[in-house]
């Protein structure tokens, strides 16, 4: 602070500079959200054909302890039975007993595995569920600490005693929401909407190329698909900072009394 000017320029300075960094880190978050919620989606997939396998494997340790017995009995019966089996069907018996006797094994130790596999996956479910929660909380955090930073909830106070309280509050926001407006409409149009214009343009030079050099083609759709898979990378933080997951998950009102309380630490 020392050698620097207190006027109100410098303090507009500091509060751009502190909603650069958070937004910042908003944006960080979001990328952390993306992540864990591929990740956990990928788990849960590769959780479900695991499952399916560990239950194929038991049903299968199943049949062959059937099959294991059924050999051992029969070998129990040709080797006491001289007069009817020869040593030819003793060491047949005795070959496919040992064969089960084998398979069993490995079997028992696939369905070993699976089950370990199994569990380690639940728990990197549970571990990355853990993150995509976090991540979408906090985001809902820093989305208010903006809001607060930008201006848009500075005036409310704790309690509306009267009248006048609560109609400041009613303009209060509706300015909240014209700038939201606004601000989704920039988003929009400097995101995703100058992505899809460059699509067309990648897409007319593809179409060109497939008469004039075909070669140069599959770079340019493999161009093509990564403007794609970046504008809807924008299409989902926009839809995401629109609307949380927890909305869905744990409904409007919770989500409201959860930023209530969050907002009275706040401002307390």
Not at 139 to 154: D, E, I, R
């Amino acid at each position: 602070m020392k050698g620097k000017r207190l006027d109100i320029s410098y303090l507009n300075d500091v509060i751009d500079e502190t909603i650069e960094a958070v937004e910042k880190g908003q944006n960080e978050i979001f990328d952390i959200f993306e992540h864990a919620k591929t990740e956990c989606n990928r788990i849960e997939k590769e959780l479900e054909e695991i499952k399916k396998e560990t239950m194929e494997a038991i049903k299968k340790v199943d049949e062959l302890e059937k099959q294991e017995r059924s050999a051992k009995y029969r070998l129990m019966v040709v080797s006491k039975d001289f007069k009817n089996y020869s040593e030819e069907d003793i060491r047949e018996a005795y070959q496919d007993a040992n064969n089960l006797q084998v398979k069993l094994t490995l079997e028992r130790q696939r369905e070993i595995q699976l089950r370990e596999k199994r569990a380690d996956l639940e728990i990197s479910l549970r571990s990355m569920m853990k993150i995509l929660n976090q991540a979408e909380h906090l985001s809902m955090q820093v989305g208010v600490a903006l809001g607060f930073l930008k201006g848009n909830l500075q005036d409310v106070s704790n309690h509306l005693l009267d009248v006048s309280q609560k109609q400041a509050f009613a303009v209060q926001i509706i300015k909240a929401q014209e700038e939201e407006r606004k601000r989704v409409a920039r988003d929009i149009h400097d995101g995703p909407a100058q992505t899809l214009a460059n699509i067309v343009i990648q897409a007319e030079i593809c179409e060109r190329l497939f008469e004039k050099d075909p070669a140069q083609v599959p770079g340019e759709l493999k161009a093509l698909k990564g403007t794609v898979r970046g504008s809807l990378k924008e299409l989902r933080k926009i839809i995401f900072n629109l609307r949380p997951a927890a909305l869905d998950d744990i409904g409007l009102r919770q989500l409201h009394e959860g930023i209530v309380k969050w907002v009275a630490i706040c401002v307390s």
